[in-house]
């Protein structure tokens, strides 16, 4: 599987701009905002993979679906339970 994004790429710097009442809240608490952030940022690039992926297969999804529900599942003589 691919990865999502180049790990070893160098850090660049970037200008954001945040609540100031919750930045305050996360300085006191040693919260790390880049680590935060770029955490928070890796979960949605993946989440939205997943979404584009299950949108372009959608179609064989269900044809697979309809074929397991009319034939059942490939393996099915195989099981013991």
Request: charged share 30%; glycine share 2%; net charge negative.
């Amino acid at each position: 599987m691919e990865p999502l994004f180049d790990h070893s790429a160098p850090k660049k710097p970037t200008n954001l701009s945040l609540n100031s009442d919750l930045l305050k809240k996360c300085k006191a608490l040693n919260i790390n905002l880049s680590a935060t952030l770029e955490q928070v940022l890796a979960e949605k690039l993946a989440k939205s993979g997943s979404e584009k992926w299950a949108e372009e297969n959608k179609n064989a999804v269900r044809a697979y679906n309809k074929f397991i529900e009319e034939n059942g599942c490939f393996s099915d003589e195989f099981r013991d339970f």
